[in-house]
């Protein structure tokens, strides 16, 4: 497929603000497809960004058939420009695209295509420390009419925007919030699937945990609500004993790319990875004996993101002493190491834009 480019006139100034928020500011290009049944995947093209123009019928409004995608393009040191993993997040897409009755693209045009969307936004990658180009991929169905039914035809759009580090002063614990109430997903439900409609359930959960000044939600199982299943936008993880112990992908639980590179560089590194169920009970009980000494989040907006404190049952439980733990802090440093270039690659996990 051709991939038509159409140059904008009237290129941006980068953002003044220091440091970057997230996802506030975008960039000059967008890249967008087409699907039509029958047809496949046409009228590939990177445009200026800018609004898109949809019909008020079009199906991702009233039955949220949609997808997304969150990877980082980064500036190294040399200048250079790398992607972490991108592939993987095409797979991803298109392993929601299947559980969502939506159809799935080909990675290698994709990456080719956000390869040149990034080199032709290039300036707008980052210098600033721990900063990079958040890049959002997403599909939704474009069908006018109403009616519940699979669309016949989609939109695969990119859109970026140059991202402050997570961490206004620097890396801190952060305190999540044990949900009772609500539940985000079920087995068989869209809970491994990356699909806005799973976030839209989630807000008020969100919310209600900021009044408790939580910073995010911790979701349980929905049938039994006694297993953890992972934080807001991030899987989570715990140090138990001498063991990293974290929730099983069970369906409901949403295969984090930041959970399996963690994963595989703790297993590197001689360190029990266990993948199973864990109950909040067990949780509790081992904050309040030292047993599960570090806790902490992982995805790709934070990386590595420890966590304090848990709020649960009314009563907030301090993780060791509530600072960030020594296997966090490594496993932070290794991963962003190997991201903005400082660690050798040793999985293969960078692409270079140009
Ligand atoms: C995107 C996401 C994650 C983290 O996935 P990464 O690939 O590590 O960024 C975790 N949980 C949910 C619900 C998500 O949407």
Same mark, same amino acid.
């Given at each position: 497929?051709?991939?038509?480019?159409?140059?904008?006139?009237?290129?941006?100034?980068? $953002?003044?603000?220091?440091?970057?928020?997230?996802?506030?500011?975008?960039?000059?290009?967008?890249?967008?497809?087409?699907?039509?049944?029958?047809?496949?995947?046409?009228?590939?093209? #990177?445009? $200026?960004?800018?609004?898109?123009? +949809?019909?008020?019928?079009?199906?991702?409004?009233?039955?949220?058939?949609?997808?997304?995608?969150?990877?980082?393009?980064?500036?190294?040191?040399?200048? /250079?420009?790398?992607?972490?993993?991108?592939?993987?997040?095409?797979?991803?897409?298109?392993?929601?695209?299947?559980?969502?009755?939506?159809?799935?693209?080909?990675?290698?045009?994709?990456?080719?295509?956000?390869?040149?969307?990034? /080199?032709?936004?290039?300036?707008? @990658?980052?210098?600033?420390?721990?900063?990079?180009?958040?890049?959002?991929?997403?599909?939704?169905? *474009?069908?006018?009419?109403?009616?519940?039914?699979?669309?016949?035809?989609?939109?695969?759009?990119?859109?970026?925007?140059?991202?402050? &580090?997570?961490?206004?002063?620097? #890396?801190?614990?952060?305190?999540?919030?044990?949900?009772?109430?609500?539940?985000?997903?079920?087995?068989?439900?869209?809970?491994?699937?990356?699909?806005?409609?799973?976030?839209?359930?989630?807000?008020?959960? &969100?919310? %209600?945990? %900021?009044?408790?000044?939580?910073?995010?939600?911790?979701?349980?199982?929905?049938?039994?609500?006694?297993?953890?299943?992972? @934080?807001?936008?991030?899987?989570?993880?715990? %140090? #138990?004993?001498?063991? +990293?112990? *974290?929730? =099983?992908?069970?369906?409901?639980?949403?295969?984090?790319?930041?959970?399996?590179?963690?994963?595989?560089?703790?297993?590197?590194?001689?360190? $029990?990875? =266990?993948?199973?169920?864990?109950?909040?009970?067990?949780?509790?009980?081992?904050?309040?004996?030292?047993?599960?000494?570090?806790?902490?989040?992982?995805?790709?907006?934070?990386? @590595?993101?420890?966590?304090?404190?848990?709020?649960?049952?009314? %009563?907030?439980?301090?993780?060791?002493?509530?600072?960030?733990?020594?296997?966090? &802090?490594?496993?932070?440093?290794?991963? *962003?190491?190997?991201?903005?270039?400082?660690? $050798?690659?040793?999985?293969?996990?960078?692409?270079?834009?140009?």
């Amino acid at each position: 497929m051709d991939l038509e480019i159409i140059k904008t006139d009237c290129p941006k100034d980068l $953002p003044s603000e220091h440091p970057l928020p997230f996802g506030k500011y975008f960039t000059d290009y967008m890249f967008e497809m087409d699907y039509t049944a029958g047809t496949g995947w046409h009228d590939a093209r #990177i445009l $200026p960004y800018g609004p898109l123009s +949809l019909d008020p019928s079009c199906m991702v409004f009233h039955y949220a058939q949609e997808i997304f995608e969150g990877l980082k393009a980064y500036r190294h040191g040399d200048g /250079s420009v790398w992607l972490f993993r991108p592939e993987d997040n095409f797979k991803r897409l298109n392993n929601s695209a299947l559980r969502m009755s939506m159809p799935e693209v080909d990675i290698d045009f994709c990456l080719s295509a956000l390869k040149k969307l990034v /080199s032709m936004d290039s300036r707008w @990658v980052p210098e600033e420390e721990n900063a990079s180009l958040y890049i959002r991929p997403f599909m939704i169905a *474009t069908d006018c009419a109403l009616g519940v039914h699979a669309s016949a035809t989609y939109r695969l759009c990119i859109i970026m925007s140059p991202s402050g &580090s997570y961490y206004k002063n620097g #890396i801190t614990p952060i305190r999540i919030g044990i949900e009772e109430r609500d539940v985000r997903a079920v087995r068989g439900g869209t809970g491994g699937a990356k699909c806005g409609g799973n976030y839209g359930g989630s807000i008020r959960a &969100s919310e %209600k945990a %900021k009044l408790d000044r939580c910073d995010q939600v911790l979701w349980l199982d929905g049938v039994e609500r006694k297993y953890i299943e992972e @934080v807001g936008s991030m899987n989570i993880m715990f %140090k #138990i004993g001498d063991k +990293l112990v *974290t929730p =099983e992908l069970s369906g409901s639980v949403l295969p984090g790319i930041t959970r399996d590179s963690i994963l595989r560089i703790a297993s590197s590194w001689g360190i $029990p990875v =266990e993948e199973r169920k864990v109950s909040v009970d067990e949780i509790v009980a081992g904050i309040a004996s030292g047993h599960v000494s570090e806790v902490w989040g992982t995805g790709t907006a934070a990386v @590595v993101s420890p966590v304090g404190e848990l709020f649960y049952e009314g %009563k907030v439980l301090t993780v060791g002493d509530g600072s960030i733990g020594q296997l966090t &802090s490594r496993l932070y440093d290794e991963l *962003t190491g190997i991201q903005w270039g400082t660690k $050798p690659d040793s999985f293969g996990w960078m692409t270079a834009v140009k």
